[in-house]
């Protein structure tokens, strides 16, 4: 059981958008942590998407942005591409386990 | 090239020990903090432990805390993780990963390696 709840898979057909949430508590999200993203295509290791809520590192097409509100946060990937198939995390530092932690991943299946 | 090389992964038998490398090249390695994180087959990714730069601080997961120590090398360039007393539930894929510590505690890891598997046998 992740501290951070991810939903198992989400999908979406070419082009479309799909939205992945990161449910957390008070001492992760609700209390201030930024949130990160990470993509990890199969078969290699992750790599970071989102950065501190909503920053893009250089070469992340800007079709990927990060929300957060409260004890959650999201990741919106627009005009969705077949190479967007992939699992997702989000990760987050908890006050309560002194750790970083990340979500259980989600797996995008792009139809 | 910025890169990170993980070795020393493999077959153990439970209590086991066995000793991970990471080899860091294209940036000054002194000047960050590093961490081990790892993913079992089929699961998510689990935080284990990190090094600061000068290798004086440190600081493990509950899960692995008394069993796994932490030490880098800064004059190879070199990241370790010794691992002893290992379970089965150790089993995974071990990456090591550089981490931004601009802010406070809200650190993300940006840049990993390939990752080594480590099986630990019952």
């Known amino acids: 059981q992740s501290v951070l709840t991810q939903p198992p898979s989400v999908s979406g057909a070419p082009g479309q958008t799909v939205t992945i949430s990161c449910t957390g508590s008070?001492?992760?999200?609700?209390?201030?942590?930024?949130v990160h993203w990470y993509q990890q295509l199969p078969g290699t290791a992750p790599k970071v998407l989102i950065y501190?809520?909503?920053n893009r590192p250089s070469g992340v097409p800007d079709r990927f942005s990060g929300s957060k509100s409260g004890t959650s946060a999201s990741l919106a990937i627009t005009g969705l591409q077949a190479e967007d198939e992939a699992d997702y995390y989000c990760?987050?530092?908890?006050?309560?386990?002194?750790?970083?932690?990340f979500g259980g991943g989600t797996k995008l299946a792009v139809l | 090239q910025v890169q990170l090389v993980e070795s020393g992964g493999g077959l153990v038998k439970s209590g086991g020990s066995l000793r991970l490398s990471c080899a860091a090249s294209?940036?000054?390695?002194?000047?960050?903090?590093m961490s081990w994180i790892r993913q079992a087959p089929g699961k998510g990714l689990e935080w284990l432990s990190y090094?600061?730069?000068?290798?004086?601080?440190?600081n493990y997961a509950d899960s692995v805390k008394g069993r796994f120590s932490i030490s880098r090398d800064n004059a190879k360039n070199s990241l370790y993780l010794q691992m002893n007393s290992l379970r089965a539930e150790d089993t995974a894929v071990y990456y090591c990963?550089?981490?931004?510590?601009?802010?406070?505690?809200?650190?993300?890891?940006?840049?990993w390696g390939r990752g080594t598997l480590v099986t630990v046998s019952s």
């Open positions: 008070d001492s992760n999200i609700g209390a201030g942590f930024d």
């Open positions: 090094v600061s730069g000068s290798g004086s601080h440190t």
């Open positions: 501190r809520d909503n």
């Open positions: 990760q987050c530092y908890d006050n309560s386990l002194s750790a970083w932690v």
């Open positions: 990963a550089r981490a931004d510590v601009v802010l406070g505690l809200n650190w993300y890891f940006d840049l």
């Open positions: 294209g940036f000054t390695f002194s000047d960050y903090y």
